[in-house]
């Protein structure tokens, strides 16, 4: 799948709606807490790049060890995905957010990490063996 600029253009746009609704979840209310959201899903995808890269899987290797620093990766990131939907919602829950700012944070939130993904999906490169 050959990525170009009509998927470049799309994916800046969506990242630019995520931050939008973002930011204003902020500064509608005033309250600057929801922006916690943003780094959460920033950093989600830098445990499984990291544990891929540390694991330099094998398709020969019977090795275990590889499987677990992969699947440890993969949990970080899901701790995290997860954590940037719960964090609005805990705060929300504790009154700290309104209830709108929740909804716009979480939509924002994982508009962000939706387009980090579809980032990594389309301009991945193919491995040569």
């Not at 701790?79 to 309104?98: E, N, S, Y």
Request: net charge negative; aromatic share 12%; glycine share 8%.
């Amino acid at each position: 799948m050959t990525a170009g600029l009509k998927t470049i253009i799309a994916l800046s746009f969506v990242l630019a709606i995520g931050f939008l609704l973002v930011i204003l979840s902020c500064a509608l209310w005033k309250q600057f807490l929801p922006l916690l959201v943003v780094a959460t899903y920033v950093l989600a995808p830098l445990p499984n790049w990291i544990c891929g890269r540390c694991a330099n899987p094998d398709d020969f290797s019977a090795d275990s060890s590889v499987n677990a620093i992969l699947d440890f990766g993969k949990f970080c990131t899901g701790f995290l995905v997860v954590m940037g939907v719960a964090l609005p919602v805990v705060l929300a829950h504790c009154h700290i957010i309104v209830y709108p700012a929740m909804v716009m944070s979480i939509i924002g939130g994982l508009l962000i990490y939706g387009t980090i993904i579809s980032f990594g999906m389309f301009f991945q490169e193919e491995q040569e063996f």
